[in-house]
Each structure stands twice: as C-alpha cells, then as structure tokens.
C-alpha cells in the first residue's frame, strides 16, 4: 500500500464558482470542450480491485444535446463480476478500516487538488455527458471538490475521541469504527459531485465501497475512480461496478456481504432499496444501513409583501436552472392572490427570455437527459394543461437533443398531480393562496420536504416560515437551489429521504459506528487523571 504523509488541513471553505464572464475562463472551457470532443467514444472497463476488466457488454453514454455522440461505451458487470467486486471489497476492506484516518484523508486532499488544476477537462466532461449548462458544471465541479475537502478534514476530526463525562476509577474512549463494504448509488443529476461525495465519505471513514454509477452519467464516475487510482488508492477500496439498478444495483444491494447502501436517487427507487435492504439474507450478520436521498416537490411562497422582482427572479432559476432537473429544483411557486397576477405579468416574459440551446455553447438552459424524461415531463405537461392554465412553453424543441421549452402552468389545485408529483424537468405549476397562512399550509401540503423558500419583507412572516415550513433547506428571500457543502448541510424531511444532511457535520457518523471502550484504572492513575495529568 502507498504510504501518505499526513498533512495539518486549513479550515474549510467553499471553492469559488467561475461565472465565465472573464474571456480567459471562457475560452479555457471552450479548448477543454474541444479536447473532451476528442476523446468521446472510449470504451470505460470496470475497475475491480484494481484491476480493469470488460463486462459482458457495454452501454452507451451519450450526449443529450446531440444523442448520436457518444461520450463513452462503459461496460456493464456480469452478475459474477458483481460478486466478485464484494469480494474483493471485502477482502480490503480487512487492512483499510485499520489504515490511520490520516493517511485515508490524505487521498481525498490530493483527489481536490488534482481536480482543480483540471477544473476545465471536468466541467467539459459535465457539458457532453449530462448537458450542464457552463455555470452549473463549474458549480458541480465545485462542490465535488468542496465534498473532498470537506469530508477529509471531518474524517480527521472523527478520528479524534470527544470529551466523555469522567467515571471515577475508569478511563472511557468513544472511537468511531467503518461498518464494511458499502454500496454507493449515485443519481446522474449531480454526477460528479454526489458521486464523489458519497464514495468519499464512504472510504474515508474507513469503508470499502463499491460504486454502482448512474448509466446516463458513468463516464464522468469511471474518470473519478481512474483519478483515485492514479493518486495510490489500494485495489479493492473503491471498486467500480456499472450497469442497470434493477439487475446490477438490486444484486449488490442484495447481497448479505453488503454492510450499508448510500444511495441518491428518486422516491421510488429509494423505496424499493430501503426495503430490499431490510430483507435478512441467508448468512447476512447485520442489520443493512441504508442511507437514502429522494426526491423534492419543492415550493417558494410569495408573501404579498414580497419584492416581486427578487421572487421572479428567485422562481425562474430554481425551476428552469439545468433545467429543472435537480431535487431542490422549485416546481411550485405558491403566490398570495394579492399579487398573483402582479407575479404572473413578470413571470412570462422572464421565463420566455431563457436561451435554451446546446450546453456547449453556454445558453441559459440545456437539454434534459433523455428520450425517457421527455416522455416523462411531456406526460405531465399534457396532465397540467388539464389541471391549469398553460402560460407559455409545453413542446418539445425541435432538433438534434432532448430539449423541452421552458413551462409555466398557473390556476394550479394544490392537489392536482402536477402540484404533488416531482416532474424533475423544466415544469413550473404556479398556485393562487388566499393569504400566507393558506400558502404555508399548501407549500407544507405534501409528501416530501426537501427544499423550500419564502420571499416576503416582514420578519414576524421570515420567524413563522422557520418555526413551521417543513423542509430540510428552508432559504429566506433567495432562490431553494444551491446548498454550498459546510454552511447549507443538504437532506430532506419524510418521503425526500433520511436527511442524511450531506456536506454537514454529522454526515461521517452515517458511515461509522461507535464503540465505546472503558478500562479500570489503578487508584494512583485515577488520582492523575482527577487533578488533570492524564
Ligand atoms: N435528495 C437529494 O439529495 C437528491 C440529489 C440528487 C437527485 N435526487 C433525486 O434523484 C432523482 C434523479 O436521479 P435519477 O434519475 O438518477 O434517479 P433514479 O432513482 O432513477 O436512479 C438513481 C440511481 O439508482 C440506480 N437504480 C435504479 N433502480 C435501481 C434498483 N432497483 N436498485 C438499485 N439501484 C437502482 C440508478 O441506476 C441510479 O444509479 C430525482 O428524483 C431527484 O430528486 C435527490
Ligand atoms: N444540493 C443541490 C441539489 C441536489 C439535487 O439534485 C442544491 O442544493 O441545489
């Protein structure tokens, strides 16, 4: 194994997100795009203790802007391979978990560094392979790096025993262990930085992982497990294991050498793993952890005090930015009928102003990510025109990608399906309240809680938004997207998941479990320890 010296970390801050307004930036992107161009088409093996092996066939990865280009043909794991991989994560895992928290921080540090001296090569892979607009790959490239580093310097503090209550005649240690072989399972919205996170506070704390990656994001997971290979990971730590959720992810779910699953997805695939994992497998010796992340019905409130301009404003890019594919994503703007029509007259032409267009030359919204999502949002955009008013967009654009015209529906039921079922793409269902206690009751009136906002000037409004909007991201006057890793921990309440809260300081905890360690003391030592000279 590669021996890594340690390093004393500087407290955390979040990387800096680029805006491409400098024309140096912006030209940098455009050669990385140029030369990301260049080497589409390779073939990605899985990785399985290291070592690189072809699956019994490959699926495509391509470029939704322009489906006839493959970004890279990944193999999917035969189901033996699968197995094989839990082998092999498990056999590692023996030396890993004893591998001092330092070392195992150590690659996560060197992973960030090398990943902002490439910045560029990562955000154009973002561009081609999940079609994200400039900014929101720099933004995914950034937090992936935030991830790392965050994650590094919490390993680090976990590896520190905390203050326990003294028991006179007994010295008492609390340390935090790894469970064993995880499973990660990654959604493709977020494909570099969920991914990353969740396999990096998997083997930082000591775990052996296996990363099932999304296929409509698989090439951008092979470059990150290659990255922790080229940096001296050991064989077996990080293994990585492509292929479809119902076959591969079920298998490895599955099986009883699985210790835990961290996964990040939709509700109802979050549902169907929680409740594989609490199967008892023949031979299995733990109860499964699973670690679940699902989806938003996300809703910003617009008080009639609100400053129409700032909530527009705060609408149009929570619920069209990456085109409305994110779980934080607004997909219902819930507005006093005081200024209903107020908003709505500002709404239109802002929503009608979005540049949508290939990624690659940086418009306002992208494509989504396949023909099986336009089906989906299309679907839905054919039930709202029955549940509402449609104000502007419902097509699909024509051309090449997958790109659908921004949408707006408003006179929306608080309980019509449009109101109630995450559409993840571009759908804005706009609701009349008749007041904020009614808005507030309607914005809490379903079965996620993710993220949600309230623009309004009255601080007594801001105080009872606090105290009773039920959602893990509560953000007051802004937009509900964008959670930076440290300051906005990032999880939601009831049907959104198990508020794993990523990016915060109890997230490590998920991966470990404490063992408390207590040995008697000779009444000299206890004397020491009592006056403080232990
Ligand atoms: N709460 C969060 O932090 C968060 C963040 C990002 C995305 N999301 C949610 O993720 C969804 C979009 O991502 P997606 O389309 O990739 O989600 P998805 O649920 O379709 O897939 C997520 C992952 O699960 C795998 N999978 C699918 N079926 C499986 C099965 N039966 N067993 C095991 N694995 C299986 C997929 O291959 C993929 O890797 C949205 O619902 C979004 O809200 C949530
Ligand atoms: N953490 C991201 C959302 C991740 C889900 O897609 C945000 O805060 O916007």
């Known amino acids: 194994m590669t021996t890594i ?37 390779r073939r990605y093996p899985l990785v399985i203790y290291g070592e690189r092996l072809h699956g019994g066939r490959t699926i495509p990865s391509v470029n939704p802007a322009r489906p006839s280009e493959i970004v890279g043909d990944v193999d999917e794991a035969m189901p033996e391979q699968a197995s094989r991989a839990l082998d092999a994560a498990a056999e590692r895992f023996g030396t890993w978990k004893f591998t001092p928290a330092a070392e195992r921080a150590e690659f996560l ?6 990943i902002r001296a490439t910045r560029d090569d990562w955000n154009a892979l973002l561009v081609l392979e999940v079609g994200k607009p400039w900014i929101e790959a720099d933004a995914d490239t950034a937090e992936a790096i935030d991830f790392l580093e965050f994650y590094a310097r919490e390993a680090l503090r976990l590896a520190e025993p905390p203050p326990l209550t003294p028991i006179a005649g007994e010295r008492n240690r609390l340390v935090y ?14 494909a570099f930085a969920i991914m990353a996170g ?9 775990n052996t992982a296996i990363l099932k990656p999304s296929p409509d994001a698989a090439v951008i997971a092979a470059h990150f497990v290659d990255l922790m290979h080229d940096l001296g990971l050991p064989p077996g730590v990080l293994n990585f294991v492509p292929g479809d959720g119902p076959t591969v992810g ?90 209903y029509d107020a908003f709505l007259a500002k709404l239109v032409p802002a929503v009608e102003s979005l540049r949508v267009g290939d990624p690659a030359s940086n418009p306002d919204v992208g494509p989504v990510i396949n023909q099986k999502a336009v089906d989906k949002i299309l679907g839905y955009v054919e039930i709202g025109r029955g549940e509402g008013r449609l104000l502007t967009g419902g097509t699909r654009i024509s051309g090449d990608g997958f790109y659908i015209a921004p949408t707006a529906i408003a006179d929306v039921d608080p309980r019509a399906r449009i109101a109630q079922e995450e559409i993840f793409g571009p759908v804005l269902a706009v609701i009349k309240a008749a007041d904020y206690d009614d808005a507030l009751r309607i914005a809490n009136d379903t079965e996620f809680g993710l993220t949600g906002a309230v623009f309004s000037r009255s601080e007594e409004r801001l105080r009872r938004a606090e105290a009773e909007f039920f959602v893990g991201n509560l953000y007051l006057n802004r937009k509900c997207t964008g959670a930076l890793v440290g300051g906005q921990p990032f999880g939601g309440f009831n049907m959104s998941g198990t508020d794993s809260k990523a990016g915060g300081y109890d997230y490590l905890l998920l991966f470990s479990q404490g063992k408390s360690i207590s040995r008697k003391i000779a009444a000299h030592a206890a004397d020491d320890l009592a006056a403080g000279m232990d």
């Open 177 to 190: 262990l790894p469970l064993g072989v995880g499973v990660v399972i990654p959604p493709w919205n977020f």
């Open 198 to 206: 969740m396999s990096a506070a998997a083997i930082v704390t000591g």
């Open 250 to 339: 079920e298998q490895l779910v599955t099986d009883p050498r699985t210790r835990f699953i961290a996964f990040t997805g939709s509700k109802g695939v979050g549902l169907r793993i929680n409740e594989l994992a609490a199967k008892t497998a023949p031979g299995q010796r733990w109860i499964k952890r699973v670690i679940a992340e699902m989806g938003g019905k996300d809703a910003i409130v617009v008080a009639d005090d609100a400053d129409l301009d700032a909530a527009v404003a705060g609408v149009v890019v929570s619920a069209y930015g990456f085109a409305g594919q994110k779980c934080s994503a607004c997909s219902r703007a819930i507005v006093d009928a005081r200024v």
């Open 5 to 41: 010296a340690p390093r004393a970390a500087a407290p955390f801050r979040n990387e800096p997100i680029r805006d491409f307004s400098a024309p140096a930036d912006r030209a940098s992107l455009e050669a990385a795009i140029a030369r990301a161009r260049e080497r589409l088409g």
């Open 109 to 114: 540090f060197r992973a960030a560094e090398r």
